[in-house]
């Protein structure tokens, strides 16, 4: 097989060889230098790059958006998500105007003013005021996207978290664990060497506010109460991925990281939009192993008294601890 | 006055002083790797497009241990996708183009015989061999090469617990990166003394072409951003074999609790990217450089806007500095902080796209020569644009939540670095091959080449940013995991598909290049009708470059279709006509 393999390489480096031989003999024969660029040369490159760069490469640009455009921005779910969007399809909007005004602009050139071996170019090598114009132009092209990006980004940063549902995400290899800050909306202290049997997360049980931490392996949210994530890891980098909520944040051994967002659909009002195999779920987005494309956690969104009967079937880390 | 010492075979093509040999031995090196880490990239996107199936090819490179039954080994991809990186990013774009075209261009074109230190510049290449030596041979050993991503991040690469890969492999990354940045710095000094104090007679700084002016600040920027790298991999190498703490803290790997605490894996982040950004630059501006120079000489115009195109190269320069906080946004940094990385790195699409604009107004009533190089660099500002348009949505900390790691960053990155890079390089390849090796390149070959290339590289990178905006994330072994991606395999079709007729064609220039080594049509001293001096030098490549005197610089390298010349290029060395005005 191998030998068949090399058979054919060798085969066909030997058959370009001889179409070049033959190709530069012709050549020679006509009494001309094969590589030089004629102007046949450059009427049919000109023409190409039209006809490749303005309108094949374009017309895939729309091919792909009339197509696949249905993917991007799986619908958002979260308050802040909504914003991100718009800022998203504000900066799409005008990233796809200058896409469309430059590159036609190149392929034009590349066939308007394709070579001819009589004519001259045009001797033009500066003009100030130009230069000026396309220096400015930008810049106040950029101005309000950067005010834009910057307000919503403040929007999203300084939230208020204080009234929020405080909620742990505790990365490992290759899963995720969660914890409810319980009653008093409070962690309780953890600590990497106290994790042993049961107690996965480390948590300190003399510390009096992690008595009613639940811990679980899928998350509930009530729709429309803001939460506050904490992130922690056990070993590597992971990142908590939550791209319907547009919510991401690296979790990161040795520290506490957190980001706060307020779910705006339910899981079931989802399902009825995307189809029955919907779900909300937490990617690891951060490469972290051998099973990194399969580290996953479901999140569900749901009402208030759907919430509560979900909460009450959940035992305090207390009591997992002391009665098993 | 050529120095006329006896040359081996030893001393002309391997423990070479000569720059134009040396920058061919850079070159060589780097296409070899880059076959390498292209091989690399279709042996994963076959695993990407056709998940879990089995493909003779992947058992054929891979063996029986990483690819059972020829199914790619999930720890394997991950490598593979590290190396890919790793190669492309250093031993190709950075080495094998700035590596070869500062070594080949500046002495011809500043008009000197030969670098300031030819020894040093040797040992640049041969640090640069022992790091390739090493970093293959990772590739052979026992635990499989470091799998980690290229940016390394501990403790994924500290601890060899976490993945196999961070165990002889990860070593031999860092001694290949560290023997990496000796050969960069020994390359770059020399660069920079050699711009600075060996000018011939009347080449002064504004006259220099553009490619010197691209080269000279790529090698600032590499002797200022390299070091950190070092110190960056160097507490890792501590971290990893002699017990320090400076990236680790509160770690249970494998069960067993560590006893590092008080080290932070952001720091690592921050010393790395302080380096990883500015690389960027030092990837795109001799790229930037040669295009400058490929688009003018084949325009038969001046590149328009000489000093705006040096000034924005120059802020391009600075601005690479104070952005690298932009690949860190959702690592928990301080909001504030993450404001001020938003605010400068957007401003890099200021002098980007003034020289968009000059290059298009350099097009502007041309007479396109369509050389295979020229097409390259009318391919690099397509590319330019399209890759640098998204750089607005990934620079823009509230946007980058949600497409941070998932495949729009990879389209991104690829077009408006790889690809763009890659097509300088080729476009250089092309356009200085007769000076290189007094032969030409065969045209045809070269044609198909390009367009196969550019319809390839746009198939390859602009579906990914679908796929990122669908969320699906970068360096996963298979989306089958998660149901919202099952819409997304055509996709992937499409990318694996544009990828393996990219890649292919590439074996065509590769044929195009050996071929036209030894059997490519006879070159004339000057066959594009260039300015800069290289062109002056005799088609023998002479130890020394001129055969007598180095010429004196009288004029700028632009003045092509120059009103009241006798022909439509000037080459720099002559003199102003009576009453003539220099530009």
Redesign the interface.
Known sequence: M?ILVGLIILLS?IV??QI??V??LISEVKDQ???E?TDK??NV??I??FA??GV??LG??LW?FKY???????PASSLHGA??DT??NF??G??LI??FL??P??AW??LK????KN?????????NK??VI??VV??LI?TP??IY??N???D???TDTGNSKVIELYA??FNWTARYAGEDNTLGKA???L?EGLNVLGVDMEDTTAQDDIVTREVHLVVGESVLLKMRS????H?A?L?HF?????C????T??FGFTPTQTTAEMKEQEGE???F?L????????????M?MKFIVETQEEYDAWMASQETLKNTLTLN | MSEHHKETFLTKYVFSLDHKMIAKQFLITGMFMGVIGMLMSILFRLQLSNPGESFAVLEFFLGEKWAPGGILDPNIYLALVTMHGTILVFWVLTAGLTGTFANFLIPLQIGARDMASGFMNMLSYWFFFAATIVLLYSLFVESGPAAAGWTIYPPLSALPQAIPGSGLGQDLWLIAITLFVVSSLLGGLNYIVTILNMRTKGMTMSRLPLTIWALLIVAILGVLSFPVLLSCALLLIFDRSFGTSFYLSDIIINGEALHNTGGSPILFEHLFWFLGHPEVYIILLPALGIVSEVISVNSRKPIFGYKAMVGALIVIAFLSFIVWGHHMFITGMDPFLGSVFTFTTLLIAIPSAVKVFNYLATLWRANIRFTPAMLFAIGFVSTFITGGLTGLILGDSALDINVHDTYFVVGHFHIVMGVSAIYGMLAGVYHWFPKMYGRMMNKKLGYLHFWVTFISAYGVFFPMHFLGLAGLPRRYYTNSAFPMFDGLSDINEVITFFAIIGGLVQLLFIFNFFYSIFKGTKATENPWGSNTLEWTTPVERIHGNWPGEIPTVERWAYDYSKPGADQDFVPQNVPLKEGESEH
């Open positions: 191998s480096v370009l060889v070049l031989r190709n530069e230098d094969a590589n660029i040369d450059n490159q000109g190409l790059t490749i760069f094949l490469f895939f640009v792909q696949w455009g249905v993917h991007i921005l799986p914003k991100i800022l998203m900066t799409l005008v990233i200058v896409f430059t590159q602009i190149l050139f590349s003013y394709r070579g001819r004519s001259v170019a045009y001797f033009y090598p500066h003009n130009l230069e396309w220096t930008p810049t950029l996207l950067i990006g910057l919503v980004w403040n999203i940063t300084s490992k290899q600590n990497y060497k994790v056990q070993d590597v980098i990142s991925f791209p547009r919510v991401q944040m690296n990161v051994p040795g520290m990281t957190q195999d919907f779900e779920v990617l690891c987005n951060k490469i972290c192993g051998a099973a990194h494309y399969n996953k």
